[in-house]
């Protein structure tokens, strides 16, 4: 035994070695010999990816980069090859650009890897192909015509409500907003509701489970790579391991149940089936299953944080909260608020638009690569191959935009309409150029009507009166646990 281990530790000493050397050769390279070494940033980020991956896990990236900027000045390195570029300007120079998306978004093809959607396809060229195909299904035309069916769903969600009201039991918001989110996101884009309002839970843990799936984007995004191997593995399709399966599963069954059925409404898949029929040659059947995998992945999630932050903001302002019911009150709404009539009304617009300035759902930088040639970007160059991100939360927090109190929460900001129009240009919470969110009309749609009549019919007080709760910002930025008690205030 003992002259087994005489033989092999030279080995061992030699194989350490070799592995030191590669470490530090790696360190050195990469951290004063890179086209980005000059760049200031957090030491981490300086030679590794470790910064993004600590600050997903402990739930704050968006703080912490917001800091840097802060410390730094417009261009942060927050990783080994990775700027993130926080001047409004960077939304035309970089977002705006035809770059190819960063490599970190190919983890978005969910259920497996067969499933390339809008999110996880980072060829510009192909992306832009792949955009014609859907966009009839997000067109506000489109998306209108499902009106009638979230009023349904919304008086399901007030039907709720109002049990939990008589029952004398709080309402934990984080929950009910992604019930609710989720529910109307399955009945526009294939006519069936997940079920989860109606039966008050979380089936299957499906949306609990959705977090931990933000945390594994969030990580498993910079080694992509793995994906393939890990759940965008076909077998774990096979046997049901998706942590999210309920949410698949009912993608699935409406989809192919849509094969089988001619009597349907349309819905964004009957669009997106149409636009197959009339052109077989650019859009395969499985585009269409994954563009609403893609829908529930980015919509549910999204429009349920910006209601949280939204309503978490107005309990902690009285004098906008007051604000926004007398203009509501005044405004004398149908009993789902319409659209129409929630355009009208500009402080209810405000608070939205704040709400997705001061807490916008994704917490990450928005990564694009650097092509071939190089580009100049607020006059410095870079080179090809670097990946440079823009983070909305960033740019939402520039006080030479917002003002000096940036860091609030403050939609009177919004009332004055020159000064409004200025800051909507730096406004990006839907992204900006060929990878912006297609979903803003629904989202817009589902946040006005939603706040309008909660804001109308309920008395909605904090259980924890006054206590703060701590954003988590994993993947999307939502307070977690904050239950309310609520009280009917309109009579039906
Ligand atoms: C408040 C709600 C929402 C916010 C803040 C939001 C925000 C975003 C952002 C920042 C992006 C990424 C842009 C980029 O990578 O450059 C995005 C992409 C996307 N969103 Fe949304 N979104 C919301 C709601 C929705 C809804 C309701 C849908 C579906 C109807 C949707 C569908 C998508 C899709 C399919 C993409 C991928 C687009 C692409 O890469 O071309 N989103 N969204």
Redesign the pocket.
């Known amino acids: 035994m003992w002259m087994e281990a005489h033989i092999y530790a030279p080995f061992l000493k030699l194989a350490t070695g070799a592995f030191l050397a590669f470490i530090s050769l790696t360190f050195i390279r990469r951290r004063w010999l890179s086209s980005i070494s000059d760049i200031p940033g957090p030491f981490l980020g300086s030679f590794s990816v470790i910064w993004q991956i600590l600050h997903a896990i402990k739930g704050h990236t968006e703080e912490e980069t917001i800091a840097e900027h802060r410390k730094h000045g417009d261009f942060v390195r927050i990783g080994y090859n990775e700027v993130s570029v926080g001047h409004p300007d960077a939304i035309a120079e970089v ?1 705006k650009s035809q770059m190819n ?1 960063g490599d970190w978004y190919r983890i978005f093809s969910l259920p497996d890897s067969r499933y390339v ?3 996880s396809e980072v060829d510009a060229k192909r ?1 832009i192909a792949k ?1 014609k195909n859907v966009t009839p299904g ?1 067109a506000f035309s489109n998306v209108i015509k499902a009106e009638g069916y979230i009023d349904g769903v919304l008086r399901l969600f007030e039907e709720r409500l109002d049990s939990l009201c008589e029952a004398h039991s709080p309402v934990n918001f984080d929950e009910w907003f992604n019930f609710l989110a989720f529910d109307i ?1 399955g009945e526009v884009t294939f006519s069936k509701q997940f079920g989860f309002i109606d039966q008050g839970r979380d089936i299957g843990d499906a949306i609990a489970n959705t977090r931990a799936l933000g945390i594994y984007v969030a990580i498993m995004g910079h080694f992509w790579w793995a994906h393939d191997y890990l759940l965008a593995n076909p077998l774990i399709g096979y046997f049901n391991l998706q942590p999210t399966m309920h949410i698949f599963d009912t993608a699935l069954a409406a989809v192919d149940s849509r094969s089988k059925n001619d009597q349907v409404r349309k819905d964004m898949i009957e669009e997106w089936m149409n636009v197959r029929k009339k052109h077989p040659e650019r859009m395969e059947e499985k585009e269409i299953l994954a563009a609403a995998v ?2 529930i992945g ?2 549910a999630d ?2 349920s944080a ?1 209601l949280q932050a939204l309503f978490y903001n107005l309990l902690r302002n009285e004098e906008a909260f007051m604000t926004l019911r007398g203009e509501v009150d005044n405004a004398h709404l149908a009993d789902v608020p319409t659209h129409e009539e929630t355009q009208k009304l500009p402080f209810l617009q405000a608070c939205i638009k704040e709400a ?1 300035r001061i807490h ?3 917490a990450n930088g ?1 990564p694009r690569v650097v092509p071939k040639g190089g580009v100049t970007v607020l006059g410095r160059h870079f080179e090809e191959g670097v990946i440079l991100s823009v983070n ?1 939360w960033v740019i939402h927090r520039r006080r030479e935009v917002f003002g000096a109190d940036a860091d609030l929460f403050s939609p009177a900001r919004w009332m004055d309409p020159a000064r409004s129009r200025e800051m909507e240009k730096s406004l990006i ?3 900006a150029g060929y ?6 009309h ?2 817009q749609m589902e ?1 006005s009507k939603t706040t309008a009549m909660l804001i109308r019919d309920y008395d909605i007080k904090q259980v924890d009166k006054g206590k703060s709760w701590r954003f988590e910002t994993h993947f999307t930025a939502v307070p977690y646990g904050w239950p309310c008690y609520v009280t009917r205030r309109r009579k039906q």
């Open positions: 977002l998306k959607n809008l999110m992306h955009t997000y996101m893609a829908n980015a919509g999204t429009v910006t997705l916008t759902p994704v928005l909305p919470a839907f992204g990878g912006q969110c297609p979903g803003k629904l989202a946040l």
